[in-house]
């Protein structure tokens, strides 16, 4: 069935360093890729999305690639700050259905 | 919050009982889903709907069963409860404008 796999399950980066979180999707018919963050005991919330007819989407300090022909996305988070510390979930959808990767702890130290 | 509830937000229930599940949406989605959320498994699909009466399986509906009769409500149940289905559960809905998933606040489910 279709899957998503994401790298890796927990990052430690300094405050200020980059953050860069990799998944890879199996299903060829995804089309839609979005990336949530969910703080402790809280829903997942959307911070950034991306559409397979797109290679590259910034917004403030944060940025999705994507590779479709290796089926890669990545998140690129920049000049992290404490308050990035979450996990954050890629996912791919095709259809009706969207899978979830397991997730990745990012902590930012101060 | 895309004027998502659900309810209840906590319960602790025994082996072998009933338990329904209930999201609420007050902005005419037509497509609503059920997850569960567990450490290492990232959200795990159980079933969704794409209409009244319209639902269909994901990849963990074993135990479970679903109920659409109106737009905004979408009930999920635990026909017999089981350890195994202690976790967290989010409803979402999809803006079809967007493809976008807005969740709910999460109930968490104990079966002791």
């Known amino acids: 069935g279709e899957n998503v796999e994401q790298h890796p399950s927990t990052l430690s980066v300094q405050e200020g360093d980059s953050a860069v979180i990799k998944c890879t999707y199996s299903d060829s018919a995804s089309n839609y890729f979005p990336w949530y963050k969910q703080e402790l005991g809280k829903r997942p919330q959307l911070i950034i999305d991306i559409r397979s007819n797109v290679g590259e989407k910034k917004d403030q300090r944060i940025a999705v690639t994507l590779n479709k022909t290796a089926k890669h996305f990545s998140l690129h988070i920049t000049e992290t700050q404490p308050e990035d510390s979450a996990v954050y979930f890629c996912a791919a959808r095709g259809g009706f259905k969207t899978i979830f990767g397991a997730g990745t702890r990012l902590f930012v130290k101060a | 919050d895309a004027g998502i509830t659900q309810s209840p937000r906590h319960k602790v229930t025994e082996t072998g009982t009933p338990v329904t599940l209930r999201c609420h949406q007050t902005?005419?989605?037509?497509?609503m889903y059920w997850y569960r959320q567990d450490p290492g498994h990232g959200l795990r699909l159980i079933h969704y709907?794409?209409?009244?009466?319209?639902?269909d399986k994901g990849e963990v509906s074993d135990g479970y069963s679903v109920s659409r009769s109106k737009t905004e409500d979408f009930l999920l149940t635990l026909e017999s409860a089981t350890s195994s289905q202690t976790s967290v559960y989010f409803c979402a809905v999809k803006t079809t404008s967007t493809d976008t998933q807005y969740f709910g606040p999460g109930t968490r489910l104990t079966v002791l």
């Open positions: 709907s794409y209409g009244v009466k319209d639902t």
């Open positions: 902005e005419n989605h037509r497509y």
